[in-house]
């Protein structure tokens, strides 16, 4: 059964940190999406990746955040530096490139920052 | 632009009720429709789907219709168990020009069952 996988599932950090969470996708998936989903906002689409090129990333506070793809295999999402407001549970998810398909999430990200 | 809005939560039922949440989107073109549940602790999982008009999606004693008449994709099921209770999100996807695609939440709405 194909799974995509995230790591940490939980990180504690402390404001000013480097944080790092990573997303393995769906073999053959070719689009990578990132999302952070908080209490207030919901579901925000962050970022996503196309072939591993990055099509949207306006989402995404830019001068903290940072998403790539260095290969096929791994997607990554940065915040340097963290902050408090950053706490949340960031998903990934993957699919292919359809209208109607659908997107297979991992199990998220709990990042809490101090 | 492209949105979603579902009724708010939460919603409290007792086993074996039967369930409608009320899902209107707002799109241009012909977006494809989707219902996902989360369960606690876990991530977002396809409940059902739908990709053009008067389709209907069904999964687990779950159904939802594409209606574009009314805009709408409302949840319903006709039995409800414990194990039903979760946060359900309604989606769409649209192309935004190019080939771009983008998945568009509602704010989800939590369901409880109590047996």
């Known amino acids: 059964d194909a799974r995509v996988t995230q790591t940490p599932r939980h990180k504690v950090t402390e404001m000013g940190q480097e944080v790092t969470m990573r997303c393995q996708p769906i073999?053959?998936?070719?689009?990578v999406f990132w999302y952070r989903q908080t209490m207030m906002q919901g579901l925000e689409l962050l970022a996503y990746?196309?072939?591993?090129?990055?099509?949207?990333d306006s989402g995404m506070p830019k001068d903290r955040f940072s998403a790539e793809m260095p290969d096929a295999t791994l997607a990554t999402l940065k915040i340097q530096p963290s902050e408090p407001r950053d706490s949340a549970v960031y998903f990934c998810?993957?699919?292919?490139?359809?209208?109607?398909?659908?997107?297979?999430f991992g199990p998220g990200t709990r990042l809490t920052v101090l | 632009g492209n949105s979603v809005t579902q009724m708010e939560g939460p919603v409290t039922l007792s086993e074996e009720a039967f369930l409608t949440i009320n899902c209107t989107y707002t799109?241009?073109?012909?977006?494809?429709l989707f219902w996902y549940v989360q369960y606690p602790g876990e991530g977002l999982q396809l409940l059902l789907k739908?990709?053009?008009?008067?389709d209907k999606g069904s999964n687990k004693g779950f159904e939802a219709t594409y209606r574009k008449e009314t805009t709408s994709f409302h949840l319903e099921k006709g039995s409800v168990q414990v194990s039903d209770s979760a946060v359900y999100f309604c989606?769409?996807?649209?192309?935004?020009?190019?080939?771009?695609?983008?998945?568009?939440f509602g704010k989800g709405t939590l369901l409880t069952v109590n047996p």
């Open positions: 998810a993957s699919g292919t490139w359809t209208s109607g398909d659908t997107q297979y």
């Open positions: 073999l053959g998936h070719n689009t």
């Open positions: 990746f196309r072939n591993r090129a990055p099509l949207d």
């Open positions: 799109a241009t073109g012909y977006p494809s």
């Open positions: 739908a990709t053009k008009a008067d």
């Open positions: 989606a769409l996807t649209y192309n935004s020009g190019g080939s771009n695609y983008k998945l568009t």
